[in-house]
């Protein structure tokens, strides 16, 4: 069973930052593919960003390129999600996923096997 525990969330105003942390391991940050979702009210589950495994290689949705980046810890086996420029529609509840196996379409949600709880994140105008 894979375990992620998700931290950082709160209040921001716009323009400001945010940094989110999901505490797997060490084995699990380096041997699956991690990932960033986020849910607003009434609407679907949405892909922020990706991180392969071994390289780390990043992929982020149009929606947040520039302004936000994947990151990991290899040694305490943490993943990152750093939020500049925030706007108030970057309002949401954030997700830490993982999954064991490469897939071309990675921002499916359905491709992910394990979640975490998902930290609210509210950024006023």
């Known amino acids: 069973q894979v375990q992620l525990v998700e931290s950082g969330g709160g209040l921001v105003q716009a323009g400001g930052s945010l940094r989110l942390s999901c505490a797997a391991s060490?084995?699990?940050?380096?041997?699956?593919?991690m990932a960033w979702f986020r849910q607003a009210p009434g609407q679907e589950r949405e892909f922020v960003a990706t991180?392969?495994?071994?390289?780390?290689?990043?992929y982020y949705a149009a929606s947040v390129k520039g302004r936000f980046t994947i990151s990991r810890d290899n040694t305490n086996g943490t993943v990152y999600l750093q939020m500049n420029s925030l706007k108030p529609e970057d309002t949401a509840v954030y997700y830490c996923a993982a999954t064991s196996r490469y897939y071309s379409d990675y921002g499916r949600r359905s491709r992910y096997e394990f979640w975490g709880q998902g930290p609210q994140v509210t950024v006023s105008s």
């Open positions: 991180i392969t495994r071994a390289i780390g290689s990043t």
């Open positions: 060490q084995r699990i940050v380096t041997t699956y593919y």
